[in-house]
């Protein structure tokens, strides 16, 4: 009898233990199932952010190319140039003078005056050339397979003559100007990045307020078009009427 009730009493020593450790068991998933519902949402935000940091290839206004693929598109440009003896020609052109007709109108869509002037700036260039979006109103371009400097010139200065045309947006008659600076490669131990900056000194050396063209070959006074000369003029006009 004593034998029994000690093998009872053992059995339910070991069921206790088992059930207590059970329960515990039960109790330490289910927190840990909690901590990761409130931790998911966490979670997915970090790794949000984790992508957003991430530099992005393409602007999300105009569809163009950002600075980040830009000069990779630019180092193949440079590649093909050595092989097929060619030339590249870097222009950076600065959008500015949004200057609307009349001064009642209410302020411009300017993301629109943007992607219709980004797509203007295609249109002057040849299909496989490259235009990208680096700032909020400035562009970037690579014109390639160019047999002299002069064609860098003459695509600069047809950008222009775009970018000058009238521009009306929702109703609104808007005049822009813009300025260019621009570089031809390739050229020795200078490689993409570089050629794009020295581009954008040619820009910083064009004076403001003035439409015209600077490369960074020129040493006196930046190159000026005819076309920069009448588009001047139509500024002036723009900018009497709002008196």
């Given at each position: 009898m004593e034998a029994t009730s000690v093998s009872h009493a053992s059995i339910a020593d070991v069921l206790s233990v088992r059930l207590v450790i059970g329960w515990m068991g039960l109790f330490i998933a289910a927190?840990?199932?909690v901590a990761g519902l409130l931790c998911w949402p966490y979670g997915q935000d970090l790794a949000r952010r984790k992508q957003d940091a991430v530099p992005s290839a393409y602007d999300g206004v105009t569809g163009l190319p950002t600075r980040r693929l830009f000069l990779v598109l630019l180092k193949q440009a440079l590649s093909r140039a050595e092989t097929t003896k060619r030339r590249v020609a870097v222009l950076v052109c600065v959008l500015e003078q949004f200057r609307p007709l009349s001064t009642s109108s209410a302020a411009p869509n300017?993301?629109?005056?943007?992607?219709v002037q980004a797509a203007r700036i295609k249109s002057a260039?040849?299909?496989?050339d490259v235009v990208a979006r680096l700032d909020e109103y400035t562009f970037a371009v690579v014109a390639d397979n160019l047999e002299s400097s002069d064609e860098a010139r003459l695509i600069a200065d047809k950008i222009q003559k775009t970018i000058a045309l009238p521009l009306l947006i929702e109703g609104?008659?808007?005049l822009i100007s813009c300025r260019i600076g621009g570089i031809v490669g390739p050229q020795s131990g200078t490689g993409a990045e570089s050629l794009?900056?020295?581009?954008?000194?040619?820009?910083s050396n064009v004076q403001t307020g003035n439409v015209s063209i600077a490369f960074a070959s020129d040493s006196t006074t930046p190159f000026s078009s005819p076309s920069s000369q009448a588009s001047t003029g139509r500024m002036r006009h723009y900018a009497d009427a709002r008196r």
């Open positions: 927190g840990f199932g300017m993301t629109l005056a943007v992607r260039l040849q299909p496989h609104q008659e808007l794009l900056d020295a581009a954008s000194l040619a820009l």
